[in-house]
């Protein structure tokens, strides 16, 4: 008997928790609880899922009335007691919607419904109820309501109208009455004829739109169609006209619908077309090029541009895929760069496009990923960076030769960022000082901490003017004794450059330092060989002054015997020559030719030691006047020869006078004195301008110059011919050269014995 009770106990124990279980998962799952209020003894009892609606863990304290009741919403209290009292008294079912606090003050929204019952045993009345969570109800319900609200006021705003009519006629049976505000037609004009409808279409639309939908009609499918409809006050409208086919037996038998104006729409589809065909016009006409592919590689659309550079027509490119306009080992890459845009959305790539000729041309190609007609595409643009890549070949070879030139030039290059207060420095400072730019930490206070102190505050008060931006200098070069590595000073020459931005602030400076030491010992050894030079040149001066004065004095001093010489000969010839004879008289002329000669040698040396010591200054001279001026003073040996000179259009230039006589009359005067003896002499003078310099010749047709002889001839006292056959000093031409290198000058000779002489001289502007 023991045995079978405990086996009945323990079948009752394993019922009871199977019913728990199944109760608890009911619960959660229906987010519900059950309560127990026995209204003899005031006793409350609550599930396990009351707790945990209420946010607690299951009987985590005992539950009473005034605590179940302070858990309701304040709001909600007063109806939860008056429905309990109607519920109590009247035995009715009780069923409240009501608010709960959360454990955590959330509010909740539940419905209690409960039943009075009598427990048989006790006698005791029970109020058993159920709590359920309705939350997610009262939320479904106000968005049930909110979409009500909004479709009605949808349709009540709809610029539609809304008809009927028999399948086979189009004959209407019904319109609404919005009709009248859209066509100006009422319902009743509308209903007064058959064919009110086909009468009032558009006549070019009309046998279409009837056609159409007839056709459809006995299709038994529902359609959508645009036409033109003609307005009561003679206005052309758009309709889009829906459809509904509705049948019987398998035939259609009426039709329901709606006509939408869409007049406005059709006026916006004319103007976004216009725009699609503007827009399609400026793709094409843009420098870049445009493609959209699909995800399988299908060229969907292009402008002319890609066309252009890539050089395919229309229907290769429709038939090619990306990578085919690339090369073999750009390829992979193209592919890589299309997987990742279909990854990531957009990508940026630089690739070379080769071209249907072969011609490799550099892109930079802006790639994004999009949905076109419901399809995944890629859409692109494309530059073509063929100058901005030999622009960046070019910027590199800059570079190149800036670092080349300034290792060339040892200078110590420095660059000073001012908004980022960053000071670089070159590999000259390695060079030239011995300080490594890789391992100095270099700023702009260290530069200034390797001025001499002698010289920093200078320095420093400068470069303080620079940085204001008033200051209207940017070129900076200043001198400096400068720190090396090894603890000794070097004078240094700082050049730099001042960048300002449009507020006049400093931005950037760039510089360059060089060594001048070396420079300083050399100008120092310079200036003492400059004074040394000086000193002499002020002898040599004093020199020069003494034998211009002695050249004077000699000259001077040995013309008096000689014109006495000259005098008394030609006295005593005059005197005796009746009692001379032939020898005699001979030695006498032998003695005044001497006395001649030597007076000119004497007048000639004065000529030539006096060239280049004039105190005269630059004047205007027309050259053919001074060539006019020639020709009156050598008049008669001109004529004495019958002798021709020639020249035009000599020009007008700014010179010295006598010394531009000097070689012009020594020049034809030699040319006259060196004629031929059965020839009249004929001279030619010509000119051309320069550079910098004015050019003369002077040629003639006399005896001529062995080019042996060309250096002889300017050096003073060298005569190629004797005097007796030819009357000369032999200074003429030493003069000439002297007062065209005088000049900043050059003069060269042609000739040949027998052929004439041409002598070309310049002078400088």
Not at 371 to 387: R, V
């Amino acid at each position: 008997m023991n045995l079978q009770n405990a086996a009945r106990s323990l079948v009752l124990t394993d019922q009871s928790t199977s019913k728990d279980i199944l109760l608890e998962q009911f619960e959660k799952l229906t987010q519900s609880g059950t309560w127990e209020y026995n209204l003899t003894t005031g006793q409350l009892v609550w599930s396990d899922g009351v707790f945990r609606m209420l946010g607690y863990r299951p009987q985590e304290f005992e539950v009473t009335f005034d605590l179940a009741l302070s858990t309701i919403h304040p709001d909600d209290r007063d109806l939860v007691r008056s429905e309990m009292e109607k519920t109590v008294s009247s035995l009715q079912k009780y069923k409240v919607k009501k608010r709960l606090i959360t454990n955590e003050g959330k509010v909740i929204w539940i419905i209690s419904i409960a039943t009075v019952i009598q427990d048989p045993l006790t006698g005791e009345k029970k109020l058993i109820g159920v709590f359920q969570n309705i939350g997610d109800f009262i939320q479904t319900k106000e968005k049930l309501k909110k979409v009500r609200r909004k479709n009605r006021t949808l349709i009540e705003n709809l610029d539609g109208v809304f008809w009927e009519a028999d399948a086979q006629t189009f004959e209407f049976s019904y319109i609404s009455p919005q009709v009248e505000q859209i066509t100006g037609y009422t319902e009743k004009e509308w209903m007064a004829s058959k064919t009110f409808w086909q009468d009032h279409i558009h006549p070019e639309d009309r046998q279409y739109s009837i056609e159409f939908c007839h056709s459809e009609t006995q299709k038994l499918k529902d359609h959508s169609f645009d036409y033109r409809f003609l307005t009561k006050n003679k206005k052309t409208i758009w309709f889009n006209d829906r459809v509904k086919v509705i049948s019987k037996n398998g035939k259609p038998k009426k039709l329901q619908g709606m006509m939408v104006e869409i007049t406005s729409q059709k006026a916006i589809e004319k103007a976004l077309n216009e725009e699609i065909s503007l827009n399609q016009s400026i793709l094409h006409q843009l420098p870049s090029v445009f493609f959209l592919f699909d995800s399988d590689g299908k060229f969907l659309l292009w402008n002319n541009q890609f066309e252009k550079i890539s050089e395919f027509g229309f229907e290769e490119i429709a038939g090619m895929k990306p990578s085919d306009f690339f090369g073999k080992n750009d390829k992979e890459l193209v592919n890589a760069q299309i997987q990742k845009v279909i990854e990531v959305g957009n990508q940026d790539v630089f690739l070379t496009i080769n071209s249907k000729s072969g011609k490799d041309i550099p892109f930079f190609f802006s790639v994004s990923r999009l949905i076109y007609k419901d399809k995944l595409c890629i859409f692109g643009t494309g530059q073509d960076i063929t100058e901005l890549v030999e622009s960046r070949k070019s910027t590199l070879e800059h570079i190149e030769r800036y670092q080349m030139v300034t290792k060339a030039t040892n200078d110590a290059i420095w660059d000073f960022d001012m908004k980022k207060n960053n000071l670089y420095w070159g590999e000259g400072f390695l060079e030239l000082f011995g300080y490594d730019p890789k391992k100095t930490e270099t700023s702009f206070d260290f530069l200034l901490s390797l001025i001499h102190p002698d010289d920093r505050k200078r320095i420093y008060r400068l470069i303080q003017k620079y940085f204001q931006p008033n200051c209207s200098n940017s070129n900076w070069l200043e001198e400096y004794r400068f720190l090396k590595s090894d603890g000794n000073y070097t004078k240094v020459q700082d050049k730099a450059l001042f960048i300002r931005d449009e507020a006049g602030n400093i931005t950037r400076v760039v510089g360059a330092m060089q060594d001048i030491s070396k420079q300083k010992e050399y100008e120092e050894s310079l200036k003492n060989l400059n004074e040394k030079l000086e000193k002499n040149v002020k002898e040599l001066a004093v020199s020069n002054h003494e034998l211009q004065q002695f050249a004077y004095v000699v000259s001077h001093d040995l013309q008096e015997p000689l014109r006495m010489i000259t005098s008394f000969m030609g006295l005593l010839e005059r005197r005796y020559q009746h009692q001379l004879d032939t020898k005699a008289l001979e030695y006498i002329s032998f003695a005044t030719n001497g006395a001649k000669q030597m007076q000119n040698i004497i007048l000639d040396l004065l000529e030539l030691s006096r060239v280049g010591k004039m105190t005269e200054t630059k004047e205007i001279l027309p050259v053919n006047q001074m060539i006019d001026q020639i020709k009156q003073y050598l008049r008669k040996i001109i004529h004495e020869k019958n002798a021709t000179i020639n020249y035009e259009g000599l020009p007008t230039i700014k010179s010295y006078r006598t010394i531009l006589l000097q070689i012009f009359q020594n020049l034809i005067g030699n040319s006259l004195k060196y004629s031929k003896s059965d020839t009249p002499p004929e001279i030619s003078i010509k000119s051309r301008e320069l550079t910098n310099h004015w050019e003369f010749t002077v040629v003639d047709n006399g005896i001529g110059i062995d080019p042996e002889y060309f250096n002889k001839i300017f050096i003073i006292f060298q005569r190629l011919h004797l005097q007796r056959d030819v009357n000369g000093t032999g200074i003429g031409l030493a003069i000439v050269k002297k007062a065209v290198e005088y000049l900043e000058g050059e003069i060269h000779v042609k000739s040949n014995v027998g052929e004439g002489s041409e002598f070309t001289f310049t002078i400088k502007k």
